[in-house]
């Protein structure tokens, strides 16, 4: 019987092999095991895997993109400084209460990021105190966390949506959080978009949510907007909201994390923004591929370097993120503002850890 079984395996492992053979002209990889391919052979930290397959294959590499921001050219206009100037000296503003203090890096900066992003969609503006923007701040954030988890196979391997029990999916997945979690956020973006419907002005659209409404209108019969409806402007704030909000934050507080570690670098004046993913440690491309050091970024003369070959914190191509100007812009202003206020420094008698933490998801976010 044993036999039988072994010869039944052998034989369904090669007809997988047969079926799933590799089509010519793909880059190298790994073989995989029958359905469920590499999988069991990923590192829960990503980078670590995928590092170890760039060494061995040469330079190949996945990232993640996240999904598509809309952009209207705000981030090249005067109106967009203007929204993020006025934050950063509300957040320089706030951080000045406890200079000369330990504090914890709490929600506030995400409030300030977040505020730049409802100017923009809502022309809307929140006290950094105020209780119901940090709690959307934090569900926010746990939902992209959770999403980036376990659940986050299915979309990789689609096809085993329908063969993965409900129970499972809820308590290793947390399918059924994130669904209420998820709704929770969408609830407190309705209102918006409610407010908007009863106090629109046709002729004086002042944030996107008005223009949207207003095109919504105009195209009313156009085929080519069927799909164009209230959820459709609800899906694309929350996608804002999920792209450009979180990301900035964990920057800015990874930010605070390497200048407490390295105070050096603050009396220099240099603003330096960190990745972790594989290409930016490929010692190819920097002196000091796992070492925090702004000569990474400077040529032999000590002048920065505009377009550095292996830096790609925004992606690139087709999957380039469209935020990127707003994401620049936000960095610089709120790191400058803080920078040109503040000396940061580590907790006496404590050394900051830089290490991600380990059960951090596909995506690594804040410190």
């Known amino acids: 019987m044993i036999v039988e079984i072994l010869i039944l395996f052998i034989a369904v492992y090669l007809l997988n092999l047969w079926i799933n053979r590799k089509p010519e002209n793909l880059p190298p990889g790994e073989w995989g095991l029958p359905v469920v391919g590499y999988l069991p052979f990923v590192n829960r930290k990503l980078s670590k895997t995928l590092g170890k397959l760039q060494k061995k294959y040469g330079k190949i590499f996945t990232r993640f993109a996240l999904r598509t921001l809309r952009d209207f050219g705000l981030g090249k206009t005067p109106i967009l400084d203007e929204i993020i100037l006025n934050e950063a000296e509300l957040l320089v503003k706030d951080l000045r209460q ?4 330990e504090t914890e890096i709490d929600w506030n900066i995400n409030v300030a990021i977040l505020n730049v992003i409802f100017r923009l969609m809502a022309n809307r503006h929140f006290d ?4 119901e923007i940090k709690i959307f701040a934090k569900d926010l954030n746990d939902n992209i966390e959770d999403m980036e988890g376990p659940l986050a196979l299915l979309g990789y391997f689609p096809w085993m949506v329908p063969f993965v029990p409900k129970y499972f999916k809820d308590k290793w997945m947390y399918e059924t959080r994130i669904e209420k979690k998820r709704e929770k956020v969408m609830d407190f973006l ?41 959820e459709d402007l609800l899906s694309n704030i929350h996608d804002f909201f999920m792209a450009g909000s979180e990301t900035t934050s964990s920057t800015i507080r990874w930010f605070f994390l390497y200048m407490s570690r390295f105070p050096d ?11 972790f993913e594989t290409c930016h440690k490929n010692p190819l491309h920097w002196k000091h591929p796992n070492t925090f050091s702004i000569d990474n970024f400077l040529d032999d003369e000590g002048k920065l370097i505009k377009n550095k070959e292996g830096y790609l914190p925004f992606s690139l191509g087709r999957r380039q993120c469209l ?26 008698g404590q050394n900051v850890k830089l290490e991600p933490l380990e059960h951090t998801n596909i995506i690594n976010f804040g410190p």
Not at 128 to 131: A, S, V
Not at 265 to 275: A, F, Y
Not at 323 to 348: D, H, R, V, W, Y
Request: charged share 30%; aromatic share 10%; hydrophobic share 35%.
């Open 98 to 101: 406890n200079v000369n203090k």
């Open 128 to 131: 950094m105190t105020d209780k």
């Open 190 to 230: 309705r209102k918006f978009i409610k407010e908007h419907k009863e106090s629109l002005d046709q002729n004086n659209p002042i944030d996107y949510i008005d223009k949207y409404l207003i095109e919504c209108e105009e195209q009313k019969g156009n085929s080519e907007y069927s799909y164009w409806g209230e």
């Open 265 to 275: 670098v603050q009396k220099r004046g240099s603003v330096v923004i960190t990745n």
């Open 323 to 348: 935020g990127e100007s707003l994401a620049k812009m936000e960095l610089f202003i709120f790191i400058g503002a803080i920078l040109q206020n503040f000396e940061i420094l580590e907790p006496k």
